[in-house]
């Protein structure tokens, strides 16, 4: 007689089946960790990019009064950060050659040295002429080394206005002195070249009847 196994009213319990089951706070972890190092990294990218975004130019190592003969031994280099290249354009670069340039205006020690501020000899050498000009007859941010024409404008108006000089070279320019308003007036220093000084006693008889105006060139 085949007798069946005794069965109890329990069954074995099953082994519970193997999942693949993610920990799922690890992979958020991880996905911060990447994105953290790759924030890093472009970052630094980004440092040393800019860590040569300078330019060297030159910086006067003493006073140097008008008329300075430009040496290195005048001055010394700086590195320095601009806004744009325009900007940077402005000052004599510490590659620049040196030769034959003269101060045309004083500069300090300590100051960068301005492009229009470092000239030829030849440059140089122009006679200056003191103009008092209303400041509604010349450029606002007019500034040293522009260059202007010099018209007079009669103070009768029936008389046209009349250019006296083309292309001077401006070489200073004061701040604006009187009331605020038509009566304000700024101090402008020009250089006239050595073709220019024989107009020079009738430029005067006419200014002295009118007012001088100054057009800006293009920069």
Do not use: C, H
């Not at 430009?70 to 001055?75: G, H, Q, W, Y």
């Not at 700024?186 to 220019?196: C, N, Y």
């Amino acid at each position: 007689m085949v007798q069946s196994p005794v069965r109890s009213g329990f069954a074995a319990p099953s082994a519970p089946p193997q999942r693949n089951r993610r920990a799922r706070w690890k992979d958020g972890r991880l996905v911060l960790g990447v994105l953290l190092v790759a924030l890093t990294a472009l970052a630094g990218a980004r440092l040393l990019a800019s860590a040569d975004d300078t330019t060297t130019i030159w910086a006067a190592e003493r006073d140097l009064p008008a008329g300075t003969k430009l040496t290195s031994d005048d001055l010394t280099t700086v590195r320095v950060r601009f806004t744009s290249s325009e900007a940077a354009g402005q000052y004599v670069a510490a590659d620049a050659d040196l030769k034959g340039l003269v101060m045309s205006r004083a500069v300090k020690a300590g100051e960068f040295v301005p492009r229009r501020a470092a000239v030829s000899q030849a440059e140089n050498n122009r006679t200056e002429l003191p103009l008092s000009i209303a400041t509604g007859r010349l450029p606002a941010d007019i500034t040293a080394g522009d260059q202007v024409d010099i018209w007079v404008v009669p103070k009768d108006a029936t008389q046209p206005a009349r250019k006296l000089w083309d292309a001077v070279r401006v070489s200073q320019v004061d701040a604006s002195k009187g009331v605020a308003g038509g009566s304000a007036r700024r101090q402008v220093l020009v250089g006239l070249e050595p073709l220019d000084l024989p107009k020079l006693p009738g430029a005067l008889a006419a200014m002295s009847s009118g007012e001088p105006v100054l057009v800006r060139r293009g920069r």
